[in-house]
């Protein structure tokens, strides 16, 4: 544990070794990056010095995926299991590079998002209805665990001035991503897809959550599987069917519609019951493979539309889409991606660098040293939050 003068203390020294941490909306594994980072917002430099992936057990997966439903029993201890595998990610990944725990300086954890509520928090100052959400994964059971200080909650203080948390992404991709001359797309695909416009200009940049993504892959994987498979491994079942077309155009319809007006998504609205939908819809049963065609094919026509219309706001040139999240490992959805996006290139973040798995602990890593040396960490014209705010909590 160290002392508040010593945390004051990490802030002057010329570079600093963060531990970025989380476990997406996929729930299956936690992603770690350790990140050598220099100086702070604009002037920030980061090289990546390891990153893995460390999955959960199946059954962890399974009740991590309906948290959201869970009593406040499970949630209590959800939250001390997450934040001991969080901070087993944490020392693995310090390990990895050959160094000891005592030799990185802090975590940046965001933990597991079990409930995201857009817009159905307390009513805010201004009138408007705010957030509500809630990650998990104990930071005080990481910073035991590793003997290092860590900073979480990055969502809350956004929330409480009138944000919806989310994405939280933005900023942090524009440190690490940006041209000075052209824009990029930054998708990244988790079970729910998120993209942001990276411009040369901060003012510029534009992120928001473009639709459903593994969420509902994953889902009816588990299900035809009787819960033996949680995924649909390179999306070869999805490449052995045919997407049945009028189902497509249905719900991709139905999903841009909603997606106009939305800034963030919760998992629960875009998984298990749009898989139930679909199958609903259909004329006759769909086996495995035409179930994971179909709605291989909405995600890929409901996220490809929002990349696009993303990209319409930017003030410079869209020159290419960068994908990373374990989507990128799903052949059969990147194809159809790349098929939707034509003639802007699709590319995967391992081709500029950055592994797809780790990009958003990289992120994570950079939101702490901003926190750290009191940097806001959100972006209000995504967000909707009422100003730039310093985020998260400091646990010594």
Do not use: Y
């Amino acid at each position: 544990m160290r002392s508040v003068r010593e945390l004051a203390a990490l802030a002057d020294l010329p570079e600093r070794l963060i531990v970025g941490l989380l476990s997406g909306t996929s729930a299956d594994g936690a992603d770690a990056a350790l990140v050598r980072v220099r100086g702070h917002g604009a002037e920030t430099e980061v090289d990546v010095v390891a990153s893995l992936t460390a999955a959960f057990p199946a059954e962890l997966t399974k009740r991590l995926r309906t948290a959201h439903a869970a009593d406040a029993q499970e949630v209590c201890r959800l939250n001390v299991e997450v934040g001991g595998r969080l901070a087993a990610a944490a020392i693995d990944v310090i390990a990895a590079a050959g160094l000891d725990p005592g030799d990185a300086h802090l975590v940046g954890s965001h933990g597991q998002t079990v409930v995201h509520l857009p817009g159905a928090g307390a009513l805010m100052s201004s009138g408007r209805r705010g957030a509500a959400t809630l990650q998990i994964g104990s930071a005080a059971v990481i910073a035991e665990r590793t003997g290092l200080p860590v900073i979480s909650d990055f969502r809350q203080r956004d929330v409480a001035a009138g944000g919806e948390g989310a994405p939280l992404a933005a900023f942090a991709d524009w440190l690490l991503l940006r041209r000075p001359e052209s824009a990029r797309v930054v998708l990244n695909l988790g079970g729910i897809a998120n993209a942001t416009v990276v411009t040369p200009d901060v003012a510029d940049v534009r992120a928001c959550d473009v639709g459903p993504a593994n969420g509902p892959l994953d889902a009816a994987a588990e299900q035809f599987s009787g819960g033996t498979l949680l995924r649909d491994v390179d999306g070869r079942l999805a490449a052995a069917g045919e997407a049945v077309t009028p189902v497509v155009e249905h719900f991709a319809r139905r999903l841009l519609q909603g997606l106009d007006t939305e800034h963030s998504l919760a998992r629960e609205d875009v998984s298990a019951d749009l898989v139930a939908q679909v199958l609903d819809a259909a004329s006759s049963p769909m086996d495995a493979p035409s179930a994971l065609a179909t709605l291989t094919e909405i995600v890929a026509q409901v996220v490809a539309h929002g990349c696009v219309r993303l990209a319409q706001q930017a003030p410079v040139p869209i020159a290419e889409v960068i994908v990373s999240g374990g989507g990128v490992h799903n052949l059969t959805l990147m194809a159809r991606l790349a098929a939707h996006l034509h003639p802007l290139p699709l590319r995967s973040s391992a081709e500029i660098g950055i592994d797809p798995d780790a990009r958003e602990a990289v992120l994570f890593a950079l939101l702490a040293n901003e926190t750290l040396l009191g940097g806001p960490g959100n972006l209000p014209a995504v967000t909707n939050a009422d100003g730039p705010r310093v985020l998260g909590t400091i646990t010594p």
